[in-house]
Structure formats: C-alpha cells, structure tokens
C-alpha cells in the first residue's frame, strides 16, 4: 500500500485514492478501473464466464462490484453502489469505509467478489478488516 494513499488528508482528491485502491487490488488477482466521477469498477476474472461460451456471455457477466468515493461529514469515504429496488431505479449507497484505509477496502471488497472454490489468488486472498462512516461528491 503506497504512502501516498495512507497519506489522503480528509479534504484530499478521490482520484489518488482510486488509484492506490485499483493497485492494491490488482495484487490480489482481480480486475480493477478508475472511471468517472469517483468509481472504481472491480471484477473477479474467476468468475468470467468462459470466452467459447455465448450463452454464458450473456446470462453470467460474471462477478464484479462498483464503490464510489463520496464525502461523509467532510471525509471521503468509498461506497458501495448496489442495485435499486426497482429496474429504473437509481443506485443505493451504503458507506464502505474511509478511502484513506485501504486495507478495509480492499478487504470486503475482496470477499464480496470471491469465488471460493476457484484457483485464484482473489479467492485465497487474506487481509485485516477495518472501520466502516453523508455525502456529496468528490473533489
């Protein structure tokens, strides 16, 4: 885990912090990327349907998560971004942690996107588990 990471004062940028986390969880064999407006978009390649199978393609995208950086009482804090009740319904968010803990993060995230039965370094993966904390956006 970079200093630079564990270094985000609470006013910091969500970009830095976007950055440390897609690292740290490419280290655990998983698929990340920063896109837009303080998502950060995570897939457990062990759980990809495999490539010669178009029905598999289509029914099983296979397992990933979306978190988002948002302020919580003037900290930015990652978010998990779950589906709404309703099929046009906007996503829910549920606070994850601080961005400046990375372990945490990287944790659950690590745990919701596992397949434990598969050879993957995400599946065996093991780390500390942390702290959880309104929102507006990111800086």
Request: one cysteine or more; charged letters at 20%.
């Amino acid at each position: 885990m970079g200093a630079s990471v564990r270094a985000l004062t609470p006013g910091g940028a969500w970009r830095p912090a976007a950055l440390g986390l897609v690292a740290e969880l490419e280290r655990r064999g998983l698929v990340a990327e920063v896109r837009g407006s303080g998502v950060v978009r995570v897939h457990n390649p062990a759980g990809a349907p495999d490539a010669d199978d178009p029905q598999g393609q289509v029914f099983a995208p296979g397992l990933g998560q979306e978190v988002v950086c948002r302020r919580r009482d003037g900290v930015l804090w990652w978010w998990w971004v779950w589906s709404g009740p309703a099929r046009h319904s906007p996503p829910e968010l549920e606070p994850l942690c601080p961005v400046a803990d990375v372990v945490t993060a990287v944790t659950r995230i690590v745990r919701v996107v596992a397949v434990p039965f598969a050879d993957s370094p995400a599946s065996s993966s093991r780390a500390s588990s942390g702290s959880s904390g309104s929102s507006d956006g990111c800086e």
